[in-house]
């Protein structure tokens, strides 16, 4: 199975800040790879596929880049609504796994 | 707008077994895989296996292998998760998403979860 591995677990910010977040994969998995963003008590929610699309209605302050191994998802400018856990997700090979999440908490 | 409606919450006994359903209106339920992902308390999310409705085939994680059967009913777009000889560490929020393509394969829709408590 591939393992993903995010860092850091869990981040204090501010809003307005911009909050990088980071996923290794431990094999190369080209652009496979997506990410949601998880709020207490609901289901995830997709943010970024293929690395790097933007999914629909997710507005544009949240990118994400990489390929290989390595990926990051970024907020340029944190608001509000945007503290929650992320989970990065690799779709190159069954079984399809999650990293651990990324909770980001008001600092 | 793409919808899916999870069965409610569930105890059960460990060695039981229980079965989720997962709902879904408003898309072409028959041609996309709709999968299976928990999350245990306080814990990540956990893809269990899935099923492409139109062919009928199914993949599994090696961990659930022989204990979860997907399953699907087009005739009322409802996909089933069955999990078998439960235990303690089985208690989760169960949720069923929609696997979409592009690039990636990446879940697009969810349901909203059913927590399936495990306790004696």
């Known amino acids: ?107 | 707008q793409v919808q899916l409606m999870q069965s409610g919450a569930e105890v059960k006994k460990p060695g039981s077994s229980v079965k989720v359903s997962c709902k879904a209106s408003g898309g072409t339920f028959s041609s996309y895989a709709i999968s299976w992902v928990r999350q245990a308390p306080g814990q990540g999310l956990e893809w269990m296996g899935g099923i492409i409705p139109i062919f009928g085939t199914t993949n599994y994680a090696q961990k659930f292998q022989g204990r979860v059967t997907i399953t699907a009913d087009e005739s009322t777009s409802t996909a089933y998760m069955e999990l078998s000889s439960l235990r303690s560490e089985d208690t989760a929020v169960y949720y069923c998403a929609r696997e979409a393509t592009g690039g990636s394969n990446f879940f697009d829709y969810w349901g909203q979860g059913t927590l399936v408590t495990v306790s004696s």
């Open chain 1, 1 to 107: 199975d591939i393992q993903m591995t995010q860092s850091p677990s869990s981040l204090s910010a501010s809003v307005g800040d911009r909050v990088i977040i980071t996923c290794r994969a431990s094999q190369s998995i080209g652009s496979y790879l997506n990410w949601y963003q998880q709020k207490p008590g609901k289901a995830p929610k997709l943010l970024i596929y293929a690395a790097s699309s933007l999914q629909s209605g997710v507005p544009s302050r949240f990118s994400g880049s990489g390929s290989g191994t390595d990926f990051t998802l970024t907020i340029s400018s944190l608001q509000p609504e945007d503290f929650a856990t992320y989970y990065c997700q690799q779709s190159y090979s069954i079984p399809w796994t999650f990293g651990q999440g990324t909770k980001v908490e008001v600092k």
